[in-house]
Every structure is written in structure tokens, then in C-alpha cells.
């Protein structure tokens, strides 16, 4: 594990680092269309980002909620959903995504939120299911890319 820290983004430079991880990982790693990457919902979601003791990005995700999500969510008010979680090609698996989800939980629970759901990669089902996601439903492709969705109440 390394020693990292995570925080709810609030300023521009914070932004625009996970905006650049996001980058890397999915259009430069993944090819997803970087005109989908970014989208509508990046204006309202809380992000999050891990940073280095040196203050270097690691990773980054974010959290959705509210009306404008429903539709991801099955319609619950009260459900998050989480996304766009991405880690440094050098900072994997030094438990910088795990901490990224569990800061994400915690902006769910601030907001009264419980549960989250996210849409994972299929590849990366059984890091999801070691943090206590469920799978549910069929397989769908994302940007090509096979998906499987996923629910984990927060309730504290």
C-alpha cells in the first residue's frame, strides 16, 4: 500500500489533474472516444482525487447524485453513482483505487446517500466484489468495453 491521501476536489488545478488521468487511462490506454470521456455530468459530480506525500496525482474517480442521475441508478434518489475511477498506470496496486472508492462512499454518506452503484468493467469485477460491491444484471457494453453494474450500500 502506498501512502497516499485522498480529497474531494474544489479547486481548478485539482480538476485538472484527475481531467488528465482520466486522459491517460481511458483514452490513451483504453480508446475510449475523448469525446465521451468528458461529459455533462463532470459540472455537478464530487470528485476525488489521491495524491502522493510529494503531491503527485494518482488517481482519481467521482461520485454522481441527485435527479439528473436517476437513470443510472434505477430512479433511487437516494443512490450515488460512482464512475471515472482511474489510477496511474505507476501507482497500481498500491491500494490507491480502494481508497478512492472508500473517499467516494464517504461523500455519499455526507450527502445522505445509501448506497452507490458504478458500472464496472468486467475485468475489474473482483476488485469491486473485495470492496463489497454485488453484481447484478446482464453484461453491456460501454464505449465498447464490456460492463457489468454493481450496487454496495453506505448506509453508516
Same mark, same amino acid.
Given at each position: 500500500?502506498?501512502?497516499?491521501?485522498?480529497? @474531494?476536489?474544489?479547486?481548478?488545478?485539482?480538476?485538472?489533474?484527475?481531467?488528465?488521468?482520466?486522459?491517460?487511462?481511458?483514452?490513451?490506454?483504453?480508446?475510449?472516444?475523448?469525446?465521451?470521456?468528458?461529459?455533462?455530468?463532470?459540472?455537478?459530480?464530487?470528485?476525488?482525487? #489521491?495524491?502522493?506525500?510529494?503531491?503527485?496525482?494518482?488517481?482519481?474517480?467521482?461520485?454522481?447524485?441527485?435527479?439528473?442521475?436517476?437513470?443510472? @441508478?434505477?430512479?433511487?434518489? $437516494?443512490?450515488?453513482?460512482?464512475?471515472?475511477?482511474?489510477? @496511474?498506470?505507476?501507482?497500481?496496486?498500491?491500494?490507491?483505487? #480502494?481508497?478512492?472508492?472508500? $473517499?467516494?462512499?464517504?461523500a455519499a454518506?455526507? =450527502?445522505? =446517500?445509501?448506497?452507490?452503484? =458504478?458500472?464496472?468493467?468486467?475485468?475489474?469485477?473482483?476488485?469491486?466484489?473485495?470492496?463489497?460491491?454485488v453484481a447484478?444484471?446482464?453484461?453491456?457494453?460501454?464505449?465498447?468495453?464490456?460492463?457489468?453494474?454493481m450496487r454496495?450500500?453506505?448506509?453508516?
Open positions: 500500500m502506498t501512502s497516499c491521501t485522498t480529497r @474531494t476536489v474544489t479547486g481548478e488545478q485539482d480538476l485538472a489533474a484527475c481531467f488528465r488521468i482520466r486522459k491517460d487511462v481511458f483514452v490513451g490506454e483504453q480508446n475510449v472516444p475523448e469525446e465521451i470521456e468528458y461529459d455533462a455530468y463532470d459540472a455537478d459530480a464530487v470528485h476525488v482525487i #489521491a495524491v502522493a506525500a510529494d503531491g503527485a496525482a494518482l488517481g482519481t474517480g467521482r461520485l454522481l447524485h441527485g435527479p439528473a442521475v436517476a437513470a443510472k @441508478t434505477g430512479g433511487d434518489p $437516494a443512490v450515488g453513482s460512482l464512475g471515472r475511477l482511474a489510477v @496511474t498506470k505507476e501507482a497500481r496496486g498500491l491500494g490507491v483505487g #480502494a481508497a478512492l472508492v472508500r $473517499a467516494i462512499e464517504d454518506r455526507e =450527502l445522505g =446517500l445509501t448506497a452507490v452503484d =458504478l458500472h464496472a468493467q468486467t475485468h475489474a469485477l473482483g476488485f469491486y466484489e473485495r470492496l463489497g460491491y447484478y444484471g446482464p453484461e453491456f457494453p460501454d464505449a465498447g468495453i464490456p460492463h457489468r453494474a454496495r450500500s453506505v448506509e453508516a
